[in-house]
């Protein structure tokens, strides 16, 4: 695995881990990281992480339209 160091401006309130954690649900609602990466990102298990994601708005059901409109043609 690759790291990244980051100097992130923090507000006051906020520590590390909630920055870790919102960048983890925001990679994953990109794409950019699998549901299984984003949760090892920030040492939890997969069902866990999933209930961070509502903390940040995030959808645990994350597939682009494209894919969607595929399972329904298909059906």
Avoid: C, H, W
Avoid at 15 to 40: C, H, I, M, P, W
Avoid at 64 to 74: F, G, L, M, R, T
């Amino acid at each position: 695995m690759k790291t990244l160091n980051l100097k992130v401006p923090i507000k006051s309130g906020a520590d590390q881990n909630d920055v870790v954690k919102f960048l983890a649900a925001k990679l994953y609602e990109s794409g950019r990281l699998t549901l299984g990466q984003a949760a090892d990102m920030i040492g939890m298990r997969t069902v866990e992480f999933a209930d961070i994601l509502s903390q940040y708005g995030v959808s645990f059901i994350n597939y682009p339209a494209s894919d969607i409109k595929q399972v329904v043609a298909n059906a």
